[in-house]
């Protein structure tokens, strides 16, 4: 199974005086492949939730070679959020959404 997490990533945003002409949103996506990991253990679970932090920080425009402080900084947009929560909820895995919200921020220091 692969999740896809998509967000948002840009809006233009079109002054009042040019609004005949549409805004564009772009999305991109990056797969976070399950793998055979058991998500009904919380060791499955656990690498789960990284796979799905990477991707996210991916999609929202940082990476592994990126600051700590850059992914700390991305992990508090509503780009990453969304790019979370629709991938919890296609994935539909009650420990890999506990381990989220039990680590909320914490993702940065894993």
């Known amino acids: 199974m692969k999740i896809i997490l998509s967000a948002l990533a840009l809006t233009l945003a079109i002054p009042a005086a040019v609004q005949a002409a549409p805004a564009f949103e772009i999305t991109a996506s990056v ?36 600051l700590r402080e850059y992914q700390r900084a991305v992990r508090d947009t509503a780009c990453y959020g969304a790019a979370m929560d629709n991938a919890l909820a296609s994935l539909d895995a009650p420990l890999v959404s506990a381990a989220y919200r039990a680590h909320g921020a914490g993702l940065a220091s894993n």
């Not at 055979?36 to 932090?53: E, I, P």
């Open 31 to 66: 797969a976070a492949r399950q793998g055979g990991l058991d998500l009904n253990s919380t060791t499955g679970a656990a690498l789960m939730l990284k796979r799905l932090d990477r991707a996210a920080l991916a999609v929202c425009g940082a990476s592994d070679f990126s």
